[in-house]
T-cell receptor, first 115, second 109 residues
Framework: DADVTQTPRNRITKTGKRIMLECSQTKGHDRMYWYRQDPGLGLQLIYYSFDVKDINKGEISDGYSVSRQAQAKFSLSLESAIPNQTALYFC??????????????FGPGTRLTVL | GIQVEQSPPDLILQEGANSTLRCNFSDSVNNLQWFHQNPWGQLINLFYIPSGTKQNGRLSATTVATERYSLLYISSSQTTDSGVYFCAVEPHTGNQFYFGTGTSLTVIP
């Protein structure tokens, strides 16, 4: 089984709808991240969380919110989706106390299309 | 924030050829990773390499932290090496990772 899972894998929605993307991990890592990737570009950080009570904004947090329900779960919400939020979304985890400090492990991605 | 530049942006190779991909960054870093994004979008860890040299099969990487660059070497390229290669860094001054815009590699048979 995959260590970092994301649901759904693909989603098509309409402008103005509220959307939640979910991420679960079995790696036991405290740190979790949400990234967005636009076509032809690198990844940009939306939000990150270093434990259940610690949530931080990344480079591009406007229009997004997150919830860290447990160590293993980190959800990303688009409160009112707009077309320029169409992108590939990735969840990642890391453990700075591990052998290779801070190595990030990525989920398979969620492809979101906002019409 | 820190600037991360990768070169070349695009690369086309004949199968069996060797290549070098470069990542320049503008500030000191705690962490540097190389990833391969395959044509299906999956991100695969290649190396965790904030300094020094590592090798894994046909791939190797070197980071010269004092000069703020990292190199990824691909030898005897195969069609399965196609995809986009990303460098990501975590600066000393923060807890965020910053990605370069990637090198798109196409290996033709």
């Amino acid at each position: 089984d995959a260590d970092v899972t994301q649901t759904p894998r693909n989603r098509i929605t309409k402008t103005g709808k509220r959307i939640m993307l979910e991420c679960s991990q079995t790696k036991g890592h405290d740190r979790m991240y949400w990234y967005r990737q636009d076509p032809g570009l690198g990844l940009q950080l939306i939000y990150y969380s270093f434990d259940v009570k610690d949530i931080n904004k990344g480079e591009i947090s406007d229009g997004y919110s997150v919830s860290r329900q447990a160590q293993a779960k980190f959800s990303l919400s688009l409160e009112s989706a707009i077309p320029n939020q169409t992108a590939l979304y990735f969840c990642a985890t890391s453990d700075p106390s591990g052998g290779e400090l801070g190595t990030q492990y990525f989920g398979p991605g969620t492809r979101l299309t906002v019409l | 924030g820190i600037q991360v530049e990768q070169s070349p942006p695009d690369l086309i190779l004949q199968e069996g050829a060797n290549s070098t991909l470069r990542c320049n960054f503008s500030d000191s870093v705690n962490n540097l990773q190389w990833f391969h994004q395959n044509p299906w979008g999956q991100l695969i860890n290649l190396f965790y390499i904030p300094s020094g040299t590592k090798q894994n099969g046909r791939l190797s990487a070197t980071t010269v932290a004092t000069e703020r660059y990292s190199l990824l070497y691909i030898s005897s390229s195969q069609t399965t090496d196609s995809g986009v290669y990303f460098c990501a860094v975590e600066p000393h001054t923060g807890n965020q990772f910053y990605f370069g815009t990637g090198t798109s590699l196409t290996v033709i048979p």
